[in-house]
């Protein structure tokens, strides 16, 4: 498991807005946040990874990551990225939601991680970001009042984007290289098998340092961490559906609980049995 990986970013109020705007590129490992965010891509292209599922971007794509959600962004050095970020409490959320719709329901990911808006639409939801950066920049309690509306209703024409005909919902990335579509599969169907680089190499007649190459360009990571990603995301659902800790381990191809257990509050800031986990140190702000 990366050692990386850990929570980044403090919350200390209900939202937060960040607009930036710069050409370094991103050099972010895969991390979680206690929050849910928003972004709004304003130019440039890139991908982000959310859950283990890659989306490719393009201006005026809406990423929708909710908490404790594992992503990584990845934008190239040199090219100009310019972005509007949201921090969401999850609490704003569930106060402001109601029996019949849900607030938290935009961040599920169950219609999808990434919005890309009709070009009507799209105005309209940057036109209420740019009128929410300019109240919670304005003095005054009533412009704190008008910029939790603004944000409410940002949220609520998300929502009603999302299932809106003529936005899409784009799908994770397919790689294009059949023998890395191939190995993906493998490892989807072999979670809990002992596979190593040389195995998988010798399995699919590829030399390995090809197919390290070949895999990070396709995805976006190594297979190193692809295959703890997804050993952890089942080990998640699996403790989620009433499967004890001890045995998730196992059936997810772990050979040892201690080091399942470090993994996964690595990467979930929980233990397997639920103890939050100390936040480890991090930035103000994080991508």
């Known amino acids: 498991m990366d050692e990386n990986y850990e929570k980044r ?3 200390l109020e209900d939202f937060r807005l960040f607009h930036l705007k710069d ?3 991103t050099k972010v490992d895969h991390h979680y946040h206690e929050f849910c965010k928003i972004v709004l891509l304003l130019s440039g292209s890139g991908s982000y ?4 599922r890659r989306y490719l971007l393009l201006p005026g794509d809406i990423v929708l990551v909710g908490r404790r959600c594992v992503h990584k962004p990845e934008f190239e050095e040199g090219i100009s990225y310019e972005r509007m970020i949201l921090y969401i409490s999850p609490g704003l959320l ?3 939601s109601v029996p019949d719709y849900s607030l938290e329901d935009v961040f599920s990911g169950k219609p999808g991680h990434v919005l890309r808006p009709a070009e009507d639409i799209r105005r309209r939801l940057r036109s209420l970001a740019e009128q929410l950066e ?3 920049a304005a003095s005054g309690g009533e412009n704190a009042i008008l910029s939790r509306c603004t944000l409410l209703r940002l949220l609520v024409e998300i929502g009603r984007a999302m299932q809106r005909t003529g936005s899409e919902l784009p799908q994770p990335v397919v790689p294009r290289d059949g023998k890395i579509l191939e190995i993906l599969r493998y490892l989807e169907a072999n979670l809990a098998e002992d596979i190593s ?3 998988l190499a010798g399995q699919f007649y590829i030399s390995k340092y090809h197919m390290m190459r070949r895999f990070r360009e396709e995805t976006g990571t ?4 692809y295959l703890s990603d997804k050993r952890l995301l089942a080990a998640r659902d699996l403790i989620a559906s009433g499967t004890a800790a001890t045995d998730a381990c196992f059936r997810c191809g772990f050979r040892s609980y201690s080091a399942f257990s470090r993994a ?3 990467l979930f800031g929980v233990t397997p049995t639920g103890r939050i986990v100390q936040a480890l140190q991090s930035d103000d702000f994080d991508e």
Request: charged letters at 30%.
């Open 9 to 11: 970013g403090y919350l």
């Open 23 to 25: 050409d370094r590129g």
């Open 49 to 52: 990874t959310v859950e283990g």
């Open 94 to 96: 569930a106060e402001n």
């Open 134 to 136: 300019s109240e919670m």
């Open 197 to 199: 680089i040389d195995d």
């Open 222 to 225: 190594s297979i190193h961490n």
């Open 264 to 266: 996964y509050g690595k």
